[in-house]
Structure formats: structure tokens, C-alpha cells
């Protein structure tokens, strides 16, 4: 739902540790051209579904990789650039979501794992903000060996960090839709 295999639509990606390896300048340089390229390459695929009337598009979590690290580094005038372009792209009444990666899960036991989701919830959302998206679909997550403590923990950091937009995914697996 993401991506596409025969079509040429594809999205960049650097790691962080390549742009740590970079001067400062290059490494804005390569992060500013990453996100223009992303930013080109999703209204390709939004005008793709859009010709063959497929009515919705699941961008990926790596829209913008490391964002919260990017974030860090960009200038203000570089962040308001990229919402900028995200807000004038034409979604072409194709429903816009998201499914942030597999590591975001608010159920678990460990604080730093919570954080760090609800810090890449806080990022989907200003990107479906910025898209008119109003659909972020998570996994429940693990069971960790209490699938009644885990559900709990879940709904505890949802309703105390006051999330919006969030579907839950059936997971087969884990917490099915029983």
C-alpha cells in the first residue's frame, strides 16, 4: 500500500548514520533534496492511484526518515518549506493514511518505547495534518506475557496523551478482532 514494484515511483531514504558522516552543509543538503525528491515522488503516486481510480494511498513512515532528528537540524524556514509543499500537494479526493512502523507501540512496558512512539505519532500526525489526512493506523502491540496488562497500558498512554486520528489494525496474531 505503500509502494510500487513495477512502476517508476520510488522514494529515497538515507540512514542516519551516512548523515552523520556528512559536513553540516552537505548533510542539509542531502536531507533538503531527499525530502523534495519524497515530496515529488508522493504526488506521482497520489496521481497514479488517482488515474486508476484507486481511491486511497498509505504513504510510508519513511516519508521523511529520522524526522525528529532532521527536525533538529533543518531551520525553521527549512521545516515551514517542507509543510509548505505537503499542504500544496493535490490529493485528488484519494483518502490519504498512514501506518507508522512496527516499533511504535503504546502498550509497552518500557517508558522510552511509549516516548518514542508518541514522538512518531506527534510526526505522522503534522503529516497528515499538512495532507488533510485524518486516518493513522497503529497496531495494539505486543503481549509481553499480560496481554491484559499490555491492553491497559495501551489505553493508558492513548487516553493520557490525548491522541487523534488513530485506527487500530486487526492483528491476527495478538489482539484479533475478538
Known amino acids: 500500500c505503500c509502494l510500487f514494484h513495477k512502476e517508476p515511483i520510488k522514494f529515497k531514504t538515507y540512514t542516519k548514520t551516512a548523515l552523520l558522516k556528512l559536513s553540516d552543509s552537505d548533510r542539509t543538503d ?13 504526488q506521482e503516486a497520489i496521481e497514479y492511484c488517482s488515474k486508476r481510480k484507486i481511491e486511497s494511498y498509505r504513504f510510508s513512515s519513511d516519508l521523511f526518515p529520522h524526522f525528529d532528528y532532521i527536525s533538529s537540524i533543518l531551520s525553521d524556514r527549512d521545516m515551514s518549506w517542507l509543510f509548505e509543499k505537503l499542504k500544496n500537494i493535490d490529493t485528488n479526493g484519494i483518502k490519504i493514511s498512514c501506518h507508522p512502523g512496527q516499533f511504535v507501540n503504546l502498550g509497552s512496558p518500557t517508558l522510552e518505547v511509549q516516548q518514542n512512539s508518541l514522538s512518531e505519532l506527534n510526526y ?31 489505553i ?6 490525548n491522541l487523534k486520528n488513530i485506527t487500530i489494525e486487526n492483528d491476527e496474531l495478538s489482539y484479533s478482532i475478538e
Open 156 to 161: 493508558e498512554t492513548y487516553r493520557n496523551n
Open 124 to 154: 505522522h500526525h503534522k503529516l497528515c495534518e499538512a495532507l488533510n489526512s485524518k486516518e493513522i493506523n497503529i497496531h495494539i502491540g505486543g503481549i509481553y506475557n499480560d496481554k491484559e496488562s499490555a491492553k491497559a497500558r495501551f
Open 30 to 42: 542531502k536531507i533538503l533534496s531527499i525530502i523534495s525528491h519524497n515530496i515529488k515522488t508522493l
